[in-house]
């Protein structure tokens, strides 16, 4: 018997078939079945099924005699099913990599619920991926089952059949099956949740969700629309059916005139001359069904007639149109407002000692620029340091003594009027005007591996999204530029033709790296939850210019953190540019739960990582640059070394000259490990030469010769004099200006 019954219908999906049936069956977890019904499809979809039958012994064919739709093909299926579990799959969507294995996984610790939901994200027909918006609502929901009295808000989830599992015994016990026409997910699902005596979650992207440009049903202009009413009658009949269920009928009864609005309010959905017929239908079910509990405001419009309803909808639309005309009004006098006091303040003296800072787009007290401004209240408790930051939300989260302005308020504009000093390590926004006298300060992000600024025109793929003369533009303000090495000061003065000076400091916030002593980073692993004596493995992988939306899963993180062997524990930080996308919803926010690894992507700090590590994993990241200042091993997976440097352009050959050994595939990666060859001699050799090249300027002291060169005047310390390797070092791809 197998685990899971993966039922899919067929009808016109010929073009998307063959990736949805290889998603399962490449599935890494292989204990399944796929029943696929053949729903009488004009197109190739029959013979698709037959190939796949032939060839793979866990594939059913089923070619039914007539169309009868979605629902009815579903059930076709049903009789076959042998699996634990029901996964209903529509034949032009796909299951992420890994979905099935953590869905067993999941199953197993929560002993069999009756009803697993897991999470989804949509893809566009143009390239796009977007997670569910409410898959929070999966974490909070907990670690045990639960009943949906127990936690409603697992409704507010898009009711649909296929976000779900469904032990098999409970859909037989309760005869629940699909009805015919439009909708029909919805007579399956509430009576399905609401039955459920123990529903459990889980919080990672299983299924993808295709967003076809055409041929979704349900975008489809056409009278089948008016079978929700039927759908709807179907649930409250559920529920009349059982006592028990009583009490949910206020809230179905809000769901249905919710749900009949939104289709009446669509454009696509109903032919314009059946509109009127479709809001009567709905104020009749309205009701038939209505309970004592007081009609929702916005639901009252189904106590009166069409035309009210529709007149109702013409004033709301009027009405957003004047605020909008209003709010352009209001905005084009502010700016002139806005503008009349910025020739005010600029009329007054800037402030010599005002320090304004920002960092990762007003993100908070971080990277270069937070300990410059740390070192700033140490030995210059002169200088006035105002941060800014983005949101009332972020500026909660800074520390009590530390002054801030919010983006764009009249505080940011008093403050960056008169500042004398701006450090930031990004740009600052197109609206700040340069003063004369004031001086910028850029710190920048790390050693540059990948190209930037106005190299990227050479890569039209990699610019995609970046306005690279907007970039110069905003870039002719700074007056410093902060490097840590030679190959930065020749990459930023190649990548930005601007007219700053290139500083040689070091970079600000590796001084706690290359100061680090013995037992740093204890406290980090503590607060990480890494026990005591495991060797910590830091994997940090960077986005990728040739994926859409930049994420690209190229280790299994399950797997390798089992390879690691009990006596290792995996952190994985990602690009800080995917932290809030779909990425960790595909398995790492789940692993992370289970305790296979550490999720340390959301760490403000990214240096307490670093010093939390034993051993750093990168592929590209110009993490490396920083690693190195600890003398610890690098090991750089570089399996699609040559795509990422084709697409994005790259300063050097990193898998020529690496901080450490590098990996082209993952049994190369494992092998390193299992070896423990990842932190051999030739390791550390190959480390010191990186360090020497890459480490140059760090010496502990870059904050404070911030402070005291560039914002006190001070003379800057004497330095060695260190070799700016030019064109004819080797595998160097940059040659001096």
């Keep these: 018997m197998p685990r899971f019954s993966i039922i899919v219908p067929c009808f016109k999906v010929q073009g998307f078939l ?35 039958a032939a060839r793979d012994d866990r594939v059913r064919a089923l070619h039914l005699p007539e169309n009868v739709g979605l629902g009815r093909a579903r059930n076709a299926g049903l009789p076959h099913a042998a699996g634990d579990y029901l996964f209903f799959l529509d034949s032009d969507d796909t299951l992420a990599p890994g979905a099935l294995r953590a869905a067993a996984d999941r199953l197993d610790e929560t002993g069999d619920p009756d009803v697993l939901v897991f999470d989804y994200a949509r893809t566009y027909w143009w390239g796009g991926t977007r997670r569910n918006a409410l898959a929070h609502v999966l974490a909070d929901c907990g670690q045990d089952t639960f009943t949906a009295a127990e936690r409603p808000e697992i409704l507010d989830l898009l009711m649909v059949v296929w976000n779900k599992v469904y032990r098999r015994d409970f859909v ?14 919805t007579p399956w699902t509430f009576p399905v949740m609401l039955s459920a005596e123990r529903i459990a979650t889980l919080d990672r992207i299983c299924l993808y969700y295709r967003q076809r440009r055409q041929g979704n049903i349900l975008s489809t202009t056409s009278r089948k629309h008016f079978d929700v009413h039927d759908q709807y009658e179907r649930v409250f009949a559920f529920v009349g059916s059982r006592p028990e269920l009583a009490g949910w009928r206020p809230y179905l009864h809000r769901k249905m005139g919710e749900h009949c609005l939104d289709i009446l309010a669509k454009p696509d959905r109903l032919p314009p001359s059946d509109k009127g017929e479709f809001f009567r239908r709905t104020a009749e079910l309205f009701r038939a069904h209505r309970t004592a509990e007081p009609v929702p405001d916005e639901l009252r419009v189904l106590e009166g007639g069409y035309q009210a309803w529709r007149a109702r909808r013409l004033a709301g639309r009027a009405g957003r149109e004047l605020a909008r005309r209003g709010g352009q009004a209001r905005a084009a006098a502010g700016a002139r407002a806005h503008r009349a006091a910025g020739a005010v303040r600029a009329r007054r003296p800037l402030d010599p000692q005002l320090v304004v800072y920002s960092a990762f787009s007003h993100r908070g007290v971080l990277g270069d620029p937070g300990a410059v401004y740390r070192t700033a209240r140490e030995i210059a408790p002169q200088l006035r340091g105002v941060w800014v930051v983005r949101d009332e939300e972020t500026a909660a989260r800074l520390p009590d003594d530390v002054e801030h302005v919010l983006l764009d308020s009249p505080a940011y504009r008093r403050v960056t009027a008169r500042a004398g000093f701006f450090v930031n390590n990004v740009n600052w926004p197109g609206s700040l005007v340069k003063r004369p006298g004031s001086v910028h300060i850029h710190t920048h992000q790390g050693t540059p591996l990948k190209y930037m600024a106005a190299d990227l025109l050479e890569r039209p793929g990699a610019r995609y999204g970046v306005d ?5 533009r905003r870039a002719d303000r700074w007056d410093h530029s902060l490097v840590a090495n030679p190959h930065s000061e020749l990459v930023w003065e190649r990548a930005y033709p601007c007219h700053f000076a290139s500083a040689r400091t070091g970079s600000p916030r590796n001084d706690v790296l290359v100061n680090a002593g013995e037992g ?31 994420h690209a899963d190229r280790i299994d993180l399950a797997r390798f953190a089992a390879d690691l062997g009990e006596d290792h524990t995996l952190v994985v930080r990602l690009h800080p540019s995917l932290a809030a996308g779909p990425a960790r919803g595909t398995g790492l926010a789940e692993l992370h739960r289970r305790g296979i690894l550490v999720d340390a992507t959301d760490e403000p700090h990214v240096e307490d990582v670093l010093l939390a ?43 020529a000259e690496p901080p450490g050994h590098v990996s082209r595939d993952y049994r190369e990666l494992a092998r390193l490990f299992a070896s423990g060859s990842w932190r051999d001699a030739e390791s550390a050799r190959l480390r010191a030469a990186f360090r020497e090249r890459f480490c140059a300027f760090d010496d502990g002291r870059a904050a404070e010769r911030v402070v005291r060169t560039l914002l006190l005047g001070e003379p800057m310390p004497q330095r060695a004099r260190v070799r700016v390797p030019g064109p004819a070092t080797a595998r160097d791809l940059l040659a001096s200006t």
Excluded: K
Aim: hydrophobic share 40%; proline share 5%.
């Design 18 to 52: 063959r990736e949805c049936l290889d998603s399962v069956l490449d599935q890494s977890y292989r204990d399944l079945e796929v029943i696929a019904v053949d729903d009488r499809s004009p197109d190739g979809c029959g013979a698709i099924l037959d190939e796949y």
């Design 468 to 472: 690279v003369p907007q970039m110069l």
């Design 172 to 185: 037989e016990s309760n005869g629940f099956r699909f009805p015919p026409g439009y909708y029909e997910d």
């Design 520 to 550: 740093a980073g204890a406290a980090v692993r503590a607060r990480l939850g890494v026990p005591d004596g495991r060797t910590v493995v830091l994997y940090a992988p960077t986005r990728r210019e040739y994926v859409r939306g930049g």
């Design 613 to 655: 590590a034993d051993v750093l994993v990168t592929d590209y990241s110009a993490l490396m640059f920083d690693y190195a200042n600890l003398d610890r091993p690098v090991v750089v997976h570089a399996d699609d070394w040559t795509t990422y440097a084709a697409s994005r352009g790259v300063y050097f050959d990193v898998t």
